[in-house]
């Protein structure tokens, strides 16, 4: 079974940029869909981007679409969030989820079977 691990969150300032990486075990890993989600606090949790199994085919939400780059490395199992140009709307708990392997590309994260712990981002004004 897959688990997976976030790490990256942390302070940045209004402009900035942080890393997330999303680190996974089991072989599988390399088949699955891998979709980044954040929830603010108070607010319902939002579709942040999302890449196939071997990177071709990325999707993102139109509020980080131009800032934030999804990549994976399989061999390394690790999926990467890069956020630039950050904004304090951007303040969330982030967590990378995975779909079954050979599933359809979702934005839904009611279709994904594995979740991660969530890292904290915090952008100030």
């Known amino acids: 079974q897959v688990q997976l691990v976030e790490s990256g969150g942390g302070l940045a300032q209004a402009g900035g940029s942080l890393r997330l990486s999303c680190a996974a075990s089991?072989?599988?890993?390399?088949?699955?869909?891998v979709a980044w989600f954040r929830q603010a606090p108070g607010k319902e949790r939002e579709f942040a981007a999302l890449i196939n199994w071997s990177g071709s085919i990325t999707d993102y939400a139109v509020s980080v679409k131009g800032r934030f780059t999804i990549s994976r490395e399989n061999a390394n199992n690790t999926v990467y969030l890069q956020m630039n140009s950050l904004i304090p709307e951007d303040t969330a708990v982030y967590y990378c989820a995975a779909n079954y392997p050979g599933s359809r590309l979702t934005r839904s994260g009611a279709d994904y079977e594995h979740w991660g712990q969530g890292t904290q981002v915090t952008v100030s004004s």
């Open positions: 089991g072989r599988s890993y390399s088949a699955y869909p």
